[in-house]
């Protein structure tokens, strides 16, 4: 294990790790929260229209992608305010255009394109010094808006009308959450893959949910499980040369089952003390 920690690409696939947990926590539990993940899913996978495009024109994928996923982010929330009733019509349609458009670029790009899976299934193992450092960044940058909206964020997160009466820009606040949320599924596309990273978005908050009384607590919570779940899968997929995106989910998985499942355990074991006594 010592030997195997002086390796450069384990060392950037742990920074990576600790870096998107970060961002799993805090923008999942708003994800979470504010009941936004089958919106999520959504742009997540018509990011793939991005990776499409980037590839076809030999533009740079992460930049192109970025910029795709906040297009999708800003259609998909100035759509869904004006018909609400029509949300999950609007989902599936980005969705399914995204990842359509994708395909199709990608079959019109001459040649082979190489690293196609780690798009849609993540590569932590191959994670380099850029990616660490564009990853930083948006650390940065997310964390920044985050806590300087964090006020407003909290009371739209709970309670919309109430925020609105206090002057909150709900809509706006709606439409700057959405692209941070587009901007983080961008980053952990490199480490999970865009068919699962709604799982690693949501998982961790989702856990850390059952044991915290506060959003901050319930941030910092995911952002432990996060990393957990990333360092755990990473070994897994190091030692039995598993898929690293599918073997962080499985951990993430598996550390829910077994949080869910020891709480009906305890839940069971109080109800039966106070029938005894």
Sequence with gaps: ???LLHESFMQHALWASLLVSIACGVMGSLIVVNRLSFMSG???H?????????LYFG?????????FCAGLAMILGLLSEERHERTDTLIGVIWAAGMSLGVVMINLTPGYAQNLMSYLFGSLLTVTRQDIALMGIGD????????YNFRDLMSMSFDRDFARSRGVPVRALQLVLLVLIAET?????????LVLVIALLTLPPALAERHTRSLRGMMLAAAGWSLLSSVGGLLLAYAYDLSSGASIVAVACACYTLLAALQKVLN???QSNAVGA
């Excluded at 018509?46 to 980037?54: F, W």
């Excluded at 533009?59 to 910029?67: A, H, M």
């Excluded at 940065?140 to 806590?147: D, E, G, I, P």
């Design 1 to 3: 294990m010592v030997t």
């Design 42 to 44: 959504g742009i997540a």
């Design 46 to 54: 018509g990011a793939y229209g991005g990776v499409g495009l980037a």
């Design 59 to 67: 533009w740079p994928v992460w930049l192109v992608t970025s910029g």
């Design 140 to 147: 940065l940058l997310m964390l920044a808006l985050v806590a």
């Design 185 to 193: 599924i961008v980053m952990l596309i490199q480490v999970v893959g």
């Design 268 to 270: 069971y074991m109080r």
